[in-house]
């Protein structure tokens, strides 16, 4: 069913169902809820009676009587129970413990399903590519007749190619899901020569990891020269002060030794002496003119400079925070990027899903990468090898991450509880990187122990560029307020390191009781992804009462993006509806400002079952996985038989 059959439902309908479902309520507002106009509000019942109804009657007059809603409801799962309110001590004890126990973190045990199962048998890559021979011969697993592909390939999903329109050619030829667009009836691929000469040796996407690189670090033979000397002054100097790269030094106008040689006595002076020859004979030979950056390493206070003051910044985000929805977070006015996290050692093993964490788009002009990690070794290495084979601005240390899997391993928030490990990060990241070096923290570990306030002034000594703060423990979670007033604190303790906020923010009001508070700039995450459109609100400090159809356009930008990105075969088009569906489960707590009783809605109210003031607003504001998928199904195509779906986030962030 098309989007044009979803907006098209006439007001009429609503009418219709306002007789029917919608159940006027005077009562006082409930505990925990985002307050609603009462001729909006409805139940769950009702809802979802409507919507299915609704869906099914509009699908009928698209010409799509045959396809039953029971497939759509198949590809996913029930939608849960509602969380259970926090019970006071008095209420709990009278419920019992298992009234009193609450749904938190991820769904761990969710089906895992790989984009490639939903291709039956793909074409080989030597006949998409057209005149390639193969080279695996008659032991390839792939379709090399072009006509025993058809026969199972999947229906195109539309007429026109994005990929095609923006570009002037697909590189998937035939294996297209928009096929028809650029293929000619002898199954060969369209060309246009006019786009194709404009995006002529432009690259859109830089920091892909080359084949070359992979298997150098596949087998270990990358070089970490910079790496190697911090490391030998870290194990030489265990009972003695560290070298010192930026700080107070810098801040008072004198750099230390970039070397780290006058921090020695003379002895240890000629013994380093021999290892800066290397320095002075490159590897390599080398053509061009000669530099004073060949001669002389870069001082700390002359590294690359970012300016962070006053700026929106987009948090980076685990699964969700992809490049697509960068891009479309960019276009609202998002000021600073950052990748998804990536694991140290992940990168150092050459994984490709890991490097493509760090791919950054044109439209991307401020932008860095976020790490994890817990050894001086594995993070200063990573360092390097950042700072030598990527295009980033600043590089972001994660040091706020609360998953089990990260802190037991002493990385994420127990960075800030071995602050000896971390000085050594910190200290070692700052020697082999020309970027500024971030860190991003925890109020603390425990929910009433704050120790960022005795981290900051340390952070600021050795030598970190900017401090982004959460205003939450790792007990916490997300499941109580953010402590603004403990971030104001802070903020004046990092000074002149700039410090951003983050926690909380999903209104521009929101932005500007933050920006009272002395933080140098704010982070948006969750508030992000309920409503990308949050950074033009809060440029323009206005509530932005988009609609619902406004809200599909934003989607159908992020699917020709994900297309873009991840391929416009069958393979490409389910992992774009993956995260697109990943997305959905944030988005859909967004309730339109025309609805609400009271202005701004607040990130930890949940919102209650509402009928929106139209159709598509209603199935948009649907808990549902299965309504989910049929938004995704507007804008991607029929899901395939056996796709299934389940969150990542069991949303367990309301009061």
């Known amino acids: 069913m098309s989007e044009k059959g979803v907006e098209g439902a006439c007001e009429g309908v609503m009418e219709k169902a306002a007789g029917e479902t919608v159940e006027k309520r005077t009562d006082v507002a409930v505990k925990g809820q985002a307050a609603l106009k009462p001729e909006f509000l409805t139940t769950k019942e009702k809802f979802h009676g409507f919507v299915d109804s609704e869906w099914q009657s509009l699908k009928g007059e698209n010409g799509n009587k045959n396809d039953k809603v029971e497939e759509t409801k198949e590809a996913s799962v029930e939608e849960p129970d509602a969380k259970k309110l926090k019970l006071e001590p008095e209420e709990r004890n009278k419920a019992g413990k298992q009234d009193g126990k609450r749904l938190r973190g991820q769904n761990k045990s969710r089906p895992h399903v790989k984009p490639t199962t939903y291709d039956e048998k793909r074409l080989c890559l030597s006949v998409v590519k057209e005149n390639r021979e193969c080279t695996f011969g008659d032991k390839c697993h792939f379709h090399h007749d072009i006509a025993e592909y058809l026969a199972t390939k999947p229906a195109d999903i539309g007429e026109s190619c994005y990929l095609y329109d923006t570009f002037g050619k697909c590189a998937f030829g035939v294996t ?41 670090l596949r087998k270990r033979s990358v070089p970490f020269k910079k790496s190697a000397e911090y490391l030998k002054t870290l194990s030489n100097n265990k009972d003695k002060k560290e070298p010192q790269r930026n700080g107070d030094a810098c801040a008072a106008g004198v750099c230390a030794d970039p070397t780290g040689v006058e921090q020695q006595n003379a002895s240890t002076e000629a013994k380093k002496q021999p290892q800066a020859s290397p320095e002075k004979q490159p590897p390599v030979k080398t053509v061009g003119p000669l530099t004073d950056e060949d001669v002389i390493k870069l001082r700390p206070c ?31 006015g998002a000021d600073i990027t950052c990748g998804e996290m990536a694991m140290c050692t992940n990168l150092l093993q050459g994984q490709q899903s890991e ?14 990468v976020q790490v994890e990690g817990c050894f001086p070794d594995t993070m200063t290495r990573v360092a390097e090898l950042i700072n030598n084979n990527t295009d980033v601005d600043f590089v972001d240390i994660n040091s706020g991450c609360p998953i089990d899997l990260v802190y037991q391993k002493g990385g994420g928030c127990g960075l800030m509880t071995r602050t000896r490990k971390f000085e050594q990060i910190i200290k070692g990241m700052n020697y082999v990187l020309d970027v500024p070096l971030t860190v991003k923290i925890r109020t603390g570990v425990q929910e009433k122990s704050n120790i960022a306030h005795k981290l900051i002034p340390e952070m600021k000594n050795w030598g970190v560029s900017m401090i982004t703060l959460h205003g939450r423990s790792r007990e916490q979670r997300y499941t109580k ?124 109210e949940r919102p209650p079952y509402y009928m929106g003031r139209n159709y598509l607003e209603s199935l948009m504001a649907s808990q549902n996985v299965g309504d989910w998928v049929r938004i995704s199904e507007m804008l991607l195509g029929p899901v395939p038989k056996n796709f299934n779906f389940l969150p990542k986030h069991k949303a367990n962030a309301y009061k």
């Open 176 to 216: 297209c899901r928009y096929a028809k667009a650029h293929t000619t009836p002898d199954l060969k691929t369209m060309e246009n020569a006019e786009l194709i000469k404009t995006y002529e040796g432009r690259s859109t996407v830089k920091n892909s990891l080359s084949k070359d690189l992979q298997n150098s």
């Open 302 to 332: 002359e590294k690359k400079q970012v300016d962070f003051q006053d700026k929106l910044y987009l948090a980076p985000l685990t699964t969700c925070g992809n490049l697509p929805f960068r891009r479309v977070c960019k276009r609202f």
């Open 481 to 604: 307020s953010a402590d603004w007033d403990y971030i104001s604190t802070c903020s004046k303790l990092a000074s002149p390191v700039p410090l951003f906020g983050n926690g909380d923010i999903l209104s521009y009001e929101d932005a500007m009781k933050a920006r009272e508070t002395g933080v140098s700039g704010i982070m948006i995450a969750r508030g992000a992804l309920i409503k990308p459109w949050m950074f033009t609100e809060i440029k323009e400090s206005r509530h932005w009462d988009i609609s619902s159809s406004e809200r599909l356009d934003i989607l159908r930008d992020f699917s020709n993006f994900g297309l873009e990105h991840w391929g416009s075969d069958t393979r490409g088009v389910e992992k774009t509806r993956t995260f697109m569906l990943e997305w959905l489960s944030f988005m859909c707590r967004y309730i339109p400002v025309g609805l609400l009783e009271r202005v701004p809605q607040k990130i930890n």
């Open 355 to 368: 490097w493509a964490l760090l791919k950054r788009h044109e439209s991307e002009d401020v932008f860095g």
